[in-house]
């Protein structure tokens, strides 16, 4: 880090820096992620960070633990962000950690709201998002020039912990050819039946990638007519699903299972595209 042939920003005492951690690997880390926690006093993190990333932290660093553990409720969100204030005020250079990108549905947007309203100084230092690179891990694109030129990211848990009010079914069935689902697992099978009560294809492919980027990583596929059954067995969270036709491309793509042995296949669409015709 010290021989960059270009400078970091220096983490200055006060600041908060909301920092994604990416889905799990922690060679997917930002150099600006990596330079926070090599100066930061203290690291306030999620249940999603991985250990892993934790140990980058400067040595003398205090750890801070903010998600869920062993089932009790998490810590209210307004607790978690005048811990930031407070530390912030008391002059310690205070890293915010978050599983993936801390500005998709990482609440980060609330946390930087807070600072402001508080007139904390903070910069937002973006990380790989878990249903853009989990999916690449597992061998999707999330975009493919010959079969979709939009991507709906949704999630399927909201503030009361059910599936978020107000969302308009028919519009997210047709919106885009790829739908990627966060937090989904627990209410899968009745977003299935959303998405096929709103027009969606019973056959659409499904992927659910679940520890992506981790040791743990677990790919499986199925279709958006089997979800309504709920998720398979096995698969457990964190998962990001992914519905529509890129899922197909994994059988050429699964550059991660070809480490492993698999046989990848050179023209993965083929069979996609026999099935267009018959
Ligand atoms: N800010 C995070 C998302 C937080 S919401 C990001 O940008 O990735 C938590 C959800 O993210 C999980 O329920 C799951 O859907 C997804 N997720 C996070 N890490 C994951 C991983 N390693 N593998 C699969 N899904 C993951």
Known sequence: MERLPFSLPAFAP???WLVGAGPGDPGLLTLLAAHALAHADVVVYDALVDPRILELARPGASLHFAGKRGGKPSPKQP????????NA???????RLKGGDPFVFGRGGEEALALVAAGVPFRVVP???AGIGGLGYAGIPVTHRDTNHAVTFITGHGVTGDIPDGM???ALARGAPVLVLYMAL???ARIAEQLIAAGRPANDAVAIVSHATTERQATVETTLGALRAGA???IEPPAVVAIGPVVALRGG???LGALRGRVLDPDPLALERHRDIV
């Open 14 to 16: 006060g600041w908060v």
């Open 79 to 86: 607790d978690i962000s005048q811990r930031l204030v407070r």
């Open 168 to 170: 308009d079914w028919p």
């Open 232 to 234: 398979p067995a096995g």
């Open 186 to 188: 627990k209410h899968i």
């Open 89 to 95: 005020r008391a002059g310690l250079r205070v890293l």
């Open 127 to 129: 990380g790989v998002t």
């Open 253 to 255: 793509l699964d550059w």
